[in-house]
């Protein structure tokens, strides 16, 4: 199978480095350029002694991220940047030719205006909202294969969607009163230098944040709001734990036709069960839980996969659905590999199993 | 101030070791006996290094638990034993004459039934129920004064009803469908050798377990019903994540009567805040929190504070609060020994300031 | 007893937070004033919600730090500041009369040349360093007890020259030869937003560093030089590791005379056994551990005890001594508040037991 | 290339489990089988469910370990059990055609007097010593390449000798005197429910243990004593600290002809780095750190490399060697498999980069 050359430009935060950490060894991708101003003329290796060894890493060095050249190198561009400043660089890296995959929230909403509501400003870009694919694979396959520019999701957002949706789009639940109850890894802040993120402040610490609007709660809304057909808002409370890496979120959700005994309660278990095997019984990256098993971070944690388990609960009517993932991977890096795997036609699996 | 003799029985575990560093450096209470069946013949300082070099601990041998000794020995007697185990001891040191002060599960119910329903047992002491007082003193003051037998709250269950409880009395919310989503430390798992709690189990990890009907929910259900008049079931799902200490509750709550429109939020939140103001403006051990501030493990660890925020979501029409509390202090030894000092007359934060 | 007016400038950082909290509950330190540039205005409970529950909370102001003001406020003044600023504060507060704790290594040295050769610039006050004392109590009490301006320990000195001097000045050991090698908790590099402090950089890490020329090995090698009569130049070697707070130290040393037999390894374990005892078998805040107990930072975070044990190693002839601290207490703030009681004519263990 | 089959007994444990990892993505090895005792009847997938998700996981079932099934469906059998129950399964294997790696101590010793001395019991199968071969692949390649069982090295064993053997051998170093001190994540404590290695327990601890006469210094000093050609006999401590995997070791070392003055540090220094890197220059595992650089347990975690700094102290004379690796990886698993692709004829970084 051919190989392509890709690029990430901004590979000096988490994110960043965990895509590089999946492009090194990937066996059809050519990790051919990192670009990251503040170490422009450092090799992979001095910014990064964790792959100093991989045979690639002396002859890479981080370039400043010019856009033109970045075009000429790599048919594909991972853009690892703050929110606000991918947009600049997707326009010129299209036009140019490269196609643009995106891990900023910069072009995951279809609407400029909840944009502005959500990230306090105008989007810097809005003619490209149309021509960006929300770049969840399990969702939208056929559109990744096909698009110029993925949006690749949020973490949190989704960590939610994936074990939602499907119960959505089937009628199973109900489109209103949804919370979702996350908890992050500290990599999720980004590498830096804030006093909120030292070590001290946030071991032996688990404290919520950004509530009751945070920004990621756009895009999930605008999800959600697609596949149930009419307007979805959810309660969505963050909080950090002190682990390096993982999602864990705890949804709370209405069924769809309430079970009203024990024997509604099987057979609504039965119903999820089908509907959960069917959206994701040949997923390679969907883990779903059976028995007693829940979803723990640890069993996640430098890996693509997602895990899901469920339970109804008969004293409150509510079905509680849990899952795990790795923030940095299935939440960031994994993902957008994964699209990427898409979008070039190389086996969906390719570096990330 | 006279002092008072006390006795743990039980003092190997995380509840007890905390229950004698409280009562080790208490004002009016002298720490008379430990037992513990392991560790019988030992001395305090051989079982706890951290408490070797206190003037009290080569001299206090840990003994096994002959309830007519420790009856001779002390006015007030902690049981910081395993669900079931307590209440063999409760009865006889009563007849013998001392105060018992009870951090298992055993005394917490009203109705032997339910216990049966959530322990999956018959009730050891069944006739003791009646007589005890379910020690929360920001609730029971009066009532903790005059007992003989403290059932003295879970954890979980002190992390939600201090929150919850002047909000449903005032009827500020709904007393149907409230849920609390609970994060917390380690040692809420006992001091047991078991593969689940190694250090390389739990690090890096953050797991959901006992859902849907963790045991806690009877006491809390029990509460809250007592303080709305009406039937409260809740959802509740408790997770573990890597810290020591400390239990970090959200809490889900609808408004008694909805807001409407941003004026309606405004007067709404000026309630909630005048109810906690008038529930626990003067209480020593919540801490209100203002503006910005949310709740964070580790403002509380090591001490006898609960913190509290709430936040209204004009988006959902939701009421968040959140709370936290050292699992071992307020959630443990430190609300014990604040029902201790109401019931012995000393002041209320003598030991735990 | 009377009480005395203290005041902390510079308290904003982890080891003027310690001291805050130390103070607080001090039976007889009235904390008068804290000072802070960035805090400046900020009642004590907003900066630090930890204490907000404490009486003295609100009415606690941080101050500009003002000597004029200070020394008016306060007989005693800590100071919590980084190196060569400390400096400038201690000459204006002794003229006007204060007595000065200085938790800084600006007054560590009586060697103005070393103090360049380590710290890289001139001393900002070289005629002060005569009139400073060593503020390690169970060295220099006599001297404490007089001294105006007290020079608190570091941490890492702290934890090798407790278990290093008795056995120096006895002559059980050799002063050539000595190796020191510390494990530190991310505190010790301050409450400085830099990356290499993050969360997420420490946790999941062990690290060496500042190697092999510590700034701390002036002050080190200063007083065991001072003990042995002969200049002593010792290997030192910190590590980070991802606790919050504790220094564990373990120290190489060889037998003053070899011991050639295992009567000799008997008879040398004696005499260490009884120099340990008589130097340290009265003090509150040394635990001379026993059997088969080994120094554990768990066992004295948050108290102001040092753990020292040792073991000969008859296959190489070599003496390993090893202990453990908190280096924010006995490391930093309760050492200098241990200075503050015998300064004041308090009981030593007062505020700190 | 050929793929091989092979099986893990005993693959349970911590080591066992990286095993799995490494050899269910090893391009040329077939996971044909997993044992263990306690999990036997269950597939891999329940027993871990990190690996539920690879396209292997549901075939594979844990079995009793049979050596006899075993040696039929493996060509390659890597024993991941205790101490002493490892040579038990050997010598069977080895009878009927399969060639061991074996991650235990049993045969790492050449001497069974020396095994007798340091684990406490006969050797169990003293004819197999001789067959053996040390399975340091940076030091033995060619005899693995021809070996029936090999003895893969100790996790700290690993972390000293690839840091000294190369200065030892070209004389750098003075074979007397040599001190390491070592720390160790928690898993090197194995999978076994015991109350030390709780989360609480471990978290917020540093501690020293198993001095002054570790296990593992038996096979250290043979390894040093044949690369010296005279005894040696070092000083090893070893520490537990709270990550979950890592080994940092901190060497001190003597020169071999003493460094006078600073021209003669810079000559040594230059010799050093002439000897480190003929011998690791073209090693795909070992890092040797540049410039500023230090080991950092972070950066290897994961991985099969071994980071070396060193650095001399013209103060004291000495040199300072520091390694840093992943103690399930570069010390158990990893090393194992690169054993395995030595003994097999695969590209030796084959899986494990």
């Given at each position: 199978?051919?190989?392509?050359n890709v690029?990430?430009v ?10 590089v ?8 991708a ?6 990251s101003r503040q170490?422009?003329g ?5 910014v990064?002694?964790k792959?100093?060894?991989h045979?690639r890493?002396?002859?890479l ?8 050249i970045?075009?000429?190198q790599a048919?594909?561009v ?8 991918a947009?600049?660089?997707a326009?010129?890296l299209?036009r140019?030719g490269?196609?643009?995959i995106d ?7 279809k ?5 502005k ?12 909202l149309?021509?960006?694919v929300?770049?969840?694979?399990e969702m939208?396959r056929a559109?990744?294969k096909k698009?110029?520019l993925?949006?690749?999701p949020?973490c949190?957002?989704t960590?939610?969607l994936?074990?939602?949706?499907p119960?959505?789009v089937?009628g ?5 009163g949804?919370?979702a109850?996350?908890l992050?890894?500290i990599?999720?802040?980004?590498r ?6 030292l070590?001290v402040e946030?071991n ?10 945070h ?17 979805v808002?959810?309660q969505f ?16 959700l ?10 509604g309660?099987v057979?609504f278990?039965?119903?999820l069960a089908?509907?959960?095997?069917k959206?994701?019984?040949?997923e390679p ?11 723990d971070t640890?069993n996640v944690?430098?890996t ?7 339970r ?7 079905l509680?659905?849990?899952?795990a ?7 960031a890096?994994?993902?957008a ?6 979008l ?9 199993i």
């Amino acid at each position: 199978m051919k190989s392509n050359n890709v690029a990430i430009v901004g590979a000096s935060g988490y994110s960043g480095e965990e895509l590089v950490r999946l492009l090194l060894n990937h066996p059809h991708a050519e990790l051919a350029a990192v670009t990251s101003r503040q170490n422009a003329g450092l090799s992979l290796g001095q910014v990064f002694p964790k792959f100093a060894n991989h045979p690639r890493s002396k002859a890479l060095f981080f370039t400043e991220p010019r856009t033109e050249i970045l075009a000429r190198q790599a048919e594909v561009v991972f853009l690892a940047l703050p929110h606000g400043v991918a947009a600049e660089y997707a326009a010129p890296l299209l036009r140019a030719g490269s196609r643009v995959i995106d891990l900023s929230a910069d072009f995951r909403l279809k609407n400029e205006a909840v944009y502005k509501d959500f990230y306090g400003h105008d989007h810097p870009a809005p003619d490209l909202l149309d021509k960006a694919v929300y770049g969840l694979p399990e969702m939208r396959r056929a559109e990744i294969k096909k698009a110029a520019l993925v949006a690749s999701p949020g973490c949190y957002p989704t960590s939610i969607l994936l074990p939602v949706l499907p119960l959505l789009v089937a009628g199973l639940i109900k489109p209103s009163g949804i919370i979702a109850d996350s908890l992050s890894g500290i990599s999720g802040a980004g590498r830096k230098a804030e006093l909120d993120y030292l070590f001290v402040e946030c071991n032996e610490s688990a404290r919520p944040y950004g509530i009751p609007k945070h920004r990621h709660l756009s895009e999930i809304e605008q999800e959600l709001t697609a596949a149930a057909g009419t307007q979805v808002t959810i309660q969505f409370t963050p909080h950090l734990i002190p682990v390096n890496r993982g999602i864990l979120t705890t949804l709370y959700l209405s069924p769809g036709a309430p079970f009203t005994d024990a024997a509604g309660a099987v057979a609504f278990s039965e119903e999820l069960a089908a509907c959960y095997a069917k959206a994701y019984g040949n997923e390679p990256f969907v883990r779903l839980l059976e028995g007693s098993a829940l979803p723990d971070t640890k069993n996640v944690a430098g890996t693509n996969v997602i895990e899901i388990a469920w339970r109804l609960d008969p004293r409150t009517g509510r079905l509680i659905v849990m899952s795990a993932e790795d923030n940095l991977v299935k939440g960031a890096g994994g993902q957008a590999v994964q699209s990427m795997n898409i979008l070039c036609g190389f086996p969906e699996t390719a570096g990330l199993i």
